[in-house]
């Protein structure tokens, strides 16, 4: 059986709203296993040939590899922004307890 890999996937949003539709509609369809919240980030980017500055919050997921396409087609069509920022990075090492956990509850 081959091993799963693991990803933490970071999405900044505009608002608490916006937050808790994500977090809840991913945990719900068992596409992550948990996810943490920053609030009160600062954001800095080109947008329209300027340099915005906003505050975001900051999400991070905890899932599956395999999840993501998944993940990122719902949050898309969550997102109030044209280009959502939608970033996973791989897990190269964590408790094997932690792991199997995430296994569980990401289907």
Same mark, same amino acid.
């Not at 609030?39 to 999400?59: D, P, Q, R, V």
């Not at 590899?65 to 996973?88: G, R």
């Given at each position: 059986?081959?091993?799963? @890999?693991?990803?933490?996937?970071?999405?900044?949003?505009?608002?608490? &709203? %916006?937050?808790?539709? #994500? =977090?809840?509609?991913? !945990? /719900?369809?068992?596409?992550?296993?948990?996810?943490?919240?920053?609030?009160?980030? @600062?954001?800095?980017?080109?947008?329209?040939?300027?340099?915005?500055? &906003? %505050?975001?919050?900051? #999400? =991070?997921?905890?899932? !599956? /590899?395999?999840?993501?396409?998944?993940?990122?087609?719902?949050?898309?069509?969550?997102?109030?922004?044209?280009?959502?920022?939608?970033?996973?990075?791989?897990?190269?090492?964590?408790?094997?307890?932690?792991?199997?956990?995430?296994?569980?509850?990401?289907?």
């Amino acid at each position: 059986m081959k091993t799963p @890999k693991y990803l933490l996937v970071f999405v900044t949003t505009p608002n608490s &709203k %916006t937050t808790q539709k #994500i =977090i809840k509609t991913l !945990l /719900e369809e068992e596409m992550i296993s948990s996810a943490q919240i920053s609030n009160n980030i @600062k954001s800095y980017y080109w947008w329209n040939n300027k340099i915005e500055k &906003k %505050t975001e919050t900051l #999400i =991070i997921m905890i899932t !599956l /590899e395999k999840n993501f396409k998944n993940i990122e087609k719902e949050i898309i069509k969550l997102h109030p922004y044209k280009v959502p920022q939608i970033i996973s990075v791989s897990i190269s090492n964590a408790n094997k307890d932690f792991l199997k956990w995430i296994n569980q509850y990401c289907g």
